[in-house]
């Protein structure tokens, strides 16, 4: 079966860092474009920063930019979002995805490219 698996959420301080991980099993992540999304109570689920099968080509919302990071180590079958200077306004739930378009979705964001989703990890950025 396939499964995604995201980890590292949690409560943090604003300006604080997290490493979120979204593991694969029954499939190697490596043949895909991911991409992270989140989203917040009430709202729809926004596109946060994808990068392609072999890593050379990132992109990053304009909410994120300068503060996250996505990296993959294929080797570990996962895809990891650095985050850094985190503000309360990133509070909310995040998913990685698996791309369905041959990569068009990324950068182009879009839930609906994407089809394999992991169950998602609570991020929380309070004081």
């Known amino acids: 079966q396939v499964h995604l698996v995201e980890s590292g959420g949690g409560l943090v301080q604003p300006g604080g860092s997290l490493r979120l991980s979204c593991a694969a099993s029954g499939f190697r992540l490596e043949y895909y474009t991911i991409g992270w999304f989140r989203q917040a109570p009430g709202t729809g689920r926004e596109g946060v920063s994808c990068i392609s099968e072999g890593g050379d080509r990132t992109y990053y919302a304009d909410s994120v930019k300068g503060r996250f990071t996505i990296s993959r180590d294929n080797d570990k079958n996962t895809v990891y979002l650095e985050m850094n200077s985190l503000k309360p306004e990133d509070t909310a739930i995040y998913f990685c995805?698996?791309?369905?378009?041959?990569?068009?979705?990324?950068?182009?964001?879009?839930?609906?490219?994407?089809?394999?989703w992991g169950q998602g990890t609570q991020v929380t950025v309070s004081s």
């Open positions: 995805a698996t791309d369905k378009s041959g990569g068009e979705g990324c950068p182009i964001l879009k839930p609906i490219l994407y089809d394999y």
